[in-house]
């Protein structure tokens, strides 16, 4: 089969996403609208936490802020993921610097939560936006 | 965010409760608040006190439940949490578990649902101590 032949078909399992935010209000406004997106939408309010849950569960996608509350921790988890090689993807997020040559999807805050469900269900190939 | 009067509860067609998970160990919020999703709730996640009172505190937000650990890192602890929507929210209603001994006189003043849920605690002792207060707030 050629590669043009093959079509790629919407999934139908929830994938599951972590949200690592270190503004509570935030990440709860991000994580209620992935939800509304049907979406499986895991927190964590710091590197340490997101370390933990990534080690107990698996994670298709990973919607990052790179300004948490301890500095760097959110640059450290980047390398870390890469130097995993895991499956998870990852969408970045910060308010201050632009990481120009991250390969990865980058979101600048302040940003509309819908566009970043919009991005994450590009991502992940997730045909199911919140009924209106 | 929108309000928990907006979402009605498929079982009963009632306005969804919404809880509010006030955790420090991830893996426990994590289930908790999994668990109750799946029985319907509308869940929030806080790490600490501090993060709970900021959600508490957000004009978009209604919170029905507060369902708080005692120790918890940050300046706070549950039981200050407790006092703080005693005082400054009294319609909403706090459940407190705690992993230590403590005084459940404490927890009795503080607590409308009883003494405090020791923990390991069932995900399903949750949801019957969450029903146990709706059932209390009925009556009167």
Redesign the interface.
């Known amino acids: 089969m050629s590669a043009a032949s093959v079509t790629v078909l919407p999934r139908r399992t929830p994938p599951s996403i972590l949200v690592v935010e270190g503004d509570?209000?935030i990440?709860?406004?991000v994580?209620?609208e992935l939800?509304a997106w049907g979406f499986k939408v895991?927190?964590?309010?710091?590197a340490s936490?997101a370390l933990?849950?990534l080690d107990?569960?698996p994670v298709d996608l990973l919607f990052l802020a790179l300004d948490l509350p301890v500095a760097g921790s959110g640059w450290d988890m980047v390398r870390h993921i890469r130097e995993r090689r895991t499956p998870t993807k990852m969408i970045l997020t910060c308010g201050e610097t632009d990481p120009l040559d991250s390969p990865e999807p980058f979101v600048r805050k302040p940003y509309r939560v819908a566009e970043v469900a919009e991005l994450v269900a590009r991502t992940l190939n997730w045909h199911n936006p919140p009924q209106a | 965010?929108?309000t928990s009067s907006t979402h009605l509860s498929a079982e009963a067609n009632t306005p969804l409760q919404t809880i509010l998970v006030v955790e420090d160990e991830?893996?426990i919020?994590?289930v908790i608040?999994e668990y109750l999703?799946e029985c319907g709730y509308r869940v929030?996640?806080?790490?600490s006190a501090e993060?709970a009172i900021?959600?508490l505190q957000?004009p978009e937000?209604s919170v029905d439940i507060v369902f708080s650990d005692v120790e918890m890192s940050g300046e706070m602890d549950g039981f200050e949490l407790a006092r703080w929507v005693r005082a400054n929210m009294p319609e909403t209603q706090v459940i407190l578990t705690s992993g230590a001994e403590r005084s459940a006189d404490i927890a009795g003043t503080l607590c409308e649902a009883g003494p405090l849920l020791k923990k390991p605690y069932h995900t399903q002792e949750v949801v019957d101590r969450i029903k146990q207060l709706k059932a209390k707030a009925k009556r009167f």
Do not use: K
């Open positions: 509570v209000r990440r709860c406004r994580s209620d939800r895991l927190e964590a309010g710091s936490e933990t849950v107990a569960v | 965010m929108s991830v893996l919020r994590l608040a999703r929030h996640e806080a790490v993060e900021l959600i957000a937000v």
